[in-house]
């Protein structure tokens, strides 16, 4: 693992304004942020321990334990709810037998929401495995799993 931190580390230059862009990387990269990852950016990027926690725990796309294989998150901010992210949340749970809030492990799927992804004109937006997509459609919820998870 600290390898593989270390090349993440070697390939941005060591400034704070940085330090979002190496968390999104450590995470798309283990699934989540180790501990260590932590420690080795505040050294790296010379700012606090604390300030690494702070940042990691400030933005709820960020997870410090290991989830689930798949993560789906569903904007129910105001832009997407009146455009329909209710009615989204609701298809993605009922078709993976999945509630918003739960992670299924023998599934591998966790569904989330959020109160806003700041890209409100592509509403509704739903985030797939870190891939955002915008102006979702419950007749598309299908055509996401089935891509995702092999659903049929
Ligand atoms: S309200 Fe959904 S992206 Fe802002």
Redesign the pocket.
Known sequence: MTEKVETILASLPAERRHLVLFLHRVQQEFGYIPGEALRMAADYFAVSPAEVYGLVTFYSAFRLKPGCRHEITI???????VRG?PELAEEFSSLLGVKPGQDDLDKGVAIRTV??????A????VVVDGEYQGRVHKERVREILEKLTGMK
Request: one cysteine or more.
């Open positions: 904007c129910q901010g105001t832009a997407c709810h992210a109160n806003c992804l700041g890209c409100c592509l509403a509704p937006v």
